[in-house]
């Protein structure tokens, strides 16, 4: 059973930065392309950055050059550096495997950011 703990969320004003951190346990982390999504009100849940075992990236236009995705095999953790945060990146965010896999079906709690304008 996979679980996944995200933290770091907090309400921070637009132009702010901010670091998530996620930590996953039960799965093979090292060799797994990892995400993180977020979800805001109203909207769906959609991908905003993947990085694979081998240290590939991909972000969603929306948050390209401004949010950073990281990990540290040796502790099971996946990080978004979030700076020049907008009010339009208010959301729930949560750790999970990306594509080609896609997510676990077992989701965290995620983790609230909130910025204000």
């Known amino acids: 059973q996979v679980q996944l703990v995200e933290s770091g969320g907090d309400l921070v004003q637009a132009g702010g930065s901010l670091r998530l951190s996620c930590v996953a346990s039960?799965?093979?982390?090292?060799?797994?392309?990892m995400g993180w999504y977020r979800q805001a009100p109203g909207k769906q849940r959609e991908l905003v950055a993947r990085?694979?075992?081998?240290?590939?990236?991909n972000y969603a236009d929306s948050v390209k050059g401004r949010f950073t995705i990281s990990r540290d095999n040796a502790k099971n953790t996946v990080c978004l550096q979030m700076n020049s945060l907008k009010p339009e990146d208010t959301a729930v965010y949560y750790c999970?495997?990306?594509?080609?896999?896609?997510?676990?079906?077992?989701w965290g709690q995620g983790t609230q950011v909130t910025v204000s304008s």
């Open positions: 999970n495997r990306a594509w080609p896999a896609g997510p676990w079906g077992s």
């Open positions: 039960g799965t093979i982390f090292r060799t797994t392309t």
């Open positions: 990085i694979t075992s081998g240290g590939s990236t």
